[in-house]
């Protein structure tokens, strides 16, 4: 048997072909060298490929070294791996010698049956109709040949905003991880680094993720048995007092293999069938395992993964200083202060701040979808590039023009004033796109669709909007405001 050579995102015993099978871990400085990760992520990362080697003692080879091909010199024998989740990493891969690659896992629907799927589609590929096979073809949430209470989708029974007066949602907080000697050594470790010229962006704080197995799974059992319930109404709120809602928050232990999706998902069904969970928060978990996050990782190898936005409806503009910095404290904008706190401090916030004020803002703007992937990769504890060119340059940025999405994720302030708490008490009005309280989002809002509104046309579900343009007589002036206002902080 070949000793398995595990990348340090894929940590879970599924990448293994049997429990005894000898392994290679490898820890590579270059590339903390090549790019400005959170200080947080590089924490994460390091610790749980550190905690693997542990487990797995005298059966796993743990290397540091500066690069890849150093640590394959340095064994000098045959290794196979799992189909690594970058175009570079497979770059790598592919040309290292006694290396074998093997397939993908790690994901609940096969390459090849994606394939088979987006082939007989020739080109027409939508979310809604590849979770519909997948759900058939794994029988999950089904009812025979019928989906679980009749319909495939109860997002109609979600979106929810936040329940009013209330700072935090009633749910105990998950359980925290305890850090150890080898979260203390890679703490030195990267002190170290960083003395030495590595640069780090974001603020070094306490472990908040998973980086064992078992950490994971306490994590996951906690949040079917608290959060999966109420996770569906409130999935697209926002509290600024609680960053984490009704989220599993497990994205980082599915990225770095910890976890296979078809066990949480599997655990979430069993719940619904229990009674212990509803179905329309059921479907809606599920729905972003094996159908988001799936369709991204597929769609990532389908298409040209290179191409990040050449086609995007605005005018491409580099990030600023204080988005990349995390400069939190240059920004007046409460939510989007919030936000890039958080970022700063946790190297996470859910999906919605994610989507809707982070990349709503980065739309807005005309911000450089390639950079945007670029500040998501590194900044974030679960960016990954196979995840990051589907959700941010074509889900977020539409910068494939519908490839991925049917219209672009912007929104205006009201929006954000609905389905969060953020508007109160900021220095900007949500229903004003003029002047000095002008909110930068509604404003912005307006701005974006003028200036992609020959791009939208003919978009059904951005037609009603783009037909509001001609309807504001201030178009002129909001359009020059924001013109004004580039890339300064809000």
Same mark, same amino acid.
């Given at each position: 048997?070949? =000793?398995?050579? !595990?990348f #340090? @995102?894929?940590?879970? *015993?599924h990448?293994?072909?049997?429990? &005894?099978?000898? /392994?290679?871990?490898?820890?590579?400085?270059?590339?903390f060298?090549?790019?400005?990760?959170?200080?947080?992520?590089?924490?994460?990362?390091?610790?749980?490929?550190r905690?693997?080697?542990?487990e797995?003692?005298?059966?796993?080879?743990?290397?540091?070294?500066?690069?890849?091909?150093?640590?394959?010199?340095?064994?000098d024998e045959?290794v196979?791996?799992?189909?690594?989740?970058?175009?570079?990493?497979r770059?790598l891969?592919?040309?290292?010698?006694?290396?074998?690659?093997?397939?993908?896992?790690?994901?609940v629907?096969?390459?090849?049956?994606?394939?088979?799927?987006a082939?007989d589609?020739?080109?027409a590929?939508?979310?809604?109709?590849?979770?519909?096979d997948?759900?058939?073809?794994?029988?999950?949430?089904?009812?025979?040949a019928?989906?679980?209470?009749? =319909?495939?989708? !109860?997002? #109609? @029974?979600?979106?929810? *905003?936040?329940?009013?007066?209330?700072? &935090?949602?009633? /749910?105990?907080?998950?359980?925290?991880?305890?850090?150890?000697e080898?979260?203390?050594?890679v703490r030195?470790?990267l002190?170290?680094?960083?003395a030495?010229?590595?640069?780090?962006?974001g603020?070094?704080?306490?472990?908040?993720?998973p980086?064992?197995?078992?950490?994971?799974?306490?994590?996951?059992?906690?949040?079917?048995?608290?959060?999966?319930?109420?996770?569906?109404?409130?999935?697209?709120?926002?509290?600024?007092?609680?960053?984490?809602?009704?989220?599993?928050?497990l994205?980082?232990?599915?990225?770095?293999?910890?976890?296979?999706?078809?066990?949480?998902v599997?655990?979430?069904?069993?719940?619904?069938?229990?009674?212990?969970?509803?179905?329309?928060?059921?479907?809606?978990f599920?729905?972003?395992?094996?159908?988001?996050?799936?369709y991204?990782?597929?769609?990532?190898?389908?298409?040209?993964?290179?191409?990040?936005?050449?086609?995007?409806?605005?005018? &491409?503009?580099s990030?600023?200083?204080?988005?990349?910095?995390?400069?939190?404290?240059?920004?007046?904008?409460?939510?989007?202060?919030d936000?890039?706190?958080?970022?700063?401090?946790?190297?996470?916030?859910?999906?919605?701040?994610?989507?809707?004020?982070?990349?709503?803002?980065g739309?807005q703007?005309?911000?450089?979808?390639?950079?945007?992937?670029?500040?998501f990769?590194?900044?974030?504890?679960?960016?990954?590039?196979?995840?990051?060119?589907?959700?941010?340059?074509g889900?977020?940025?539409?910068?494939?023009?519908?490839r991925?999405?049917?219209?672009?994720?912007?929104?205006?302030?009201?929006?954000l004033?609905?389905?969060?708490?953020?508007?109160?008490?900021c220095?900007y009005?949500?229903?004003?796109?003029?002047?000095?309280?002008?909110?930068?989002?509604?404003a912005?809002?307006?701005?974006?669709l003028?200036?992609?509104?020959?791009?939208?046309?003919?978009?059904?579900?951005?037609? &009603?909007?783009?037909?509001?343009?001609?309807?504001l007589?201030?178009l002129?002036?909001?359009?020059s405001?924001?013109?004004?206002?580039?890339?300064?902080?809000?």
């Amino acid at each position: 048997m070949l =000793r398995r050579w !595990l990348f #340090a @995102d894929q940590l879970g *015993p599924h990448f293994l072909d049997d429990p &005894r099978q000898p /392994v290679l871990l490898v820890e590579s400085k270059a590339v903390f060298r090549r790019r400005v990760f959170h200080r947080q992520k590089a924490h994460l990362i390091l610790s749980a490929l550190r905690h693997r080697a542990a487990e797995l003692g005298e059966q796993a080879v743990h290397v540091r070294s500066e690069a890849y091909a150093d640590a394959l010199r340095q064994l000098d024998e045959p290794v196979d791996v799992c189909h690594p989740t970058s175009r570079r990493a497979r770059q790598l891969v592919t040309s290292l010698d006694q290396v074998t690659v093997r397939g993908a896992r790690g994901f609940v629907t096969s390459s090849a049956d994606f394939a088979a799927w987006a082939d007989d589609r020739r080109g027409a590929l939508r979310l809604d109709d590849f979770y519909r096979d997948a759900r058939q073809r794994h029988g999950v949430l089904m009812d025979g040949a019928e989906p679980a209470g009749g =319909r495939w989708n !109860l997002d #109609a @029974d979600n979106h929810q *905003p936040p329940p009013e007066h209330e700072a &935090r949602l009633d /749910v105990p907080p998950p359980p925290a991880p305890v850090e150890d000697e080898i979260d203390a050594g890679v703490r030195a470790d990267l002190d170290r680094w960083a003395a030495e010229g590595i640069r780090f962006v974001g603020r070094d704080g306490p472990r908040l993720f998973p980086a064992t197995r078992v950490e994971a799974l306490a994590r996951l059992r906690h949040f079917v048995r608290y959060r999966l319930p109420i996770s569906g109404p409130y999935a697209d709120a926002m509290l600024a007092a609680d960053p984490f809602m009704a989220h599993s928050a497990l994205s980082p232990a599915f990225n770095l293999g910890l976890l296979h999706p078809i066990e949480a998902v599997r655990r979430a069904e069993r719940a619904y069938r229990d009674g212990a969970a509803p179905l329309g928060s059921t479907e809606w978990f599920i729905r972003q395992l094996m159908g988001w996050r799936d369709y991204g990782w597929h769609l990532y190898w389908y298409f040209d993964a290179g191409d990040r936005g050449n086609g995007r409806p605005a005018p &491409r503009r580099s990030l600023p200083e204080w988005f990349t910095g995390l400069d939190a404290g240059a920004v007046g904008a409460r939510c989007l202060a919030d936000v890039l706190a958080g970022v700063r401090d946790r190297g996470w916030v859910h999906h919605i701040p994610r989507l809707m004020v982070l990349g709503n803002y980065g739309l807005q703007r005309g911000w450089h979808s390639s950079e945007l992937v670029d500040w998501f990769h590194r900044c974030f504890v679960d960016g990954y590039e196979w995840a990051l060119t589907a959700n941010v340059a074509g889900m977020s940025q539409y910068a494939d023009l519908g490839r991925m999405t049917t219209r672009p994720y912007a929104a205006d302030g009201p929006y954000l004033h609905r389905m969060s708490d953020y508007c109160g008490g900021c220095r900007y009005d949500p229903d004003r796109r003029l002047g000095p309280d002008a909110c930068p989002f509604t404003a912005g809002y307006w701005a974006f669709l003028d200036r992609a509104r020959e791009r939208l046309h003919g978009n059904a579900r951005m037609s &009603r909007a783009v037909q509001q343009l001609d309807r504001l007589d201030d178009l002129p002036e909001v359009v020059s405001q924001e013109r004004e206002r580039g890339s300064l902080a809000p």
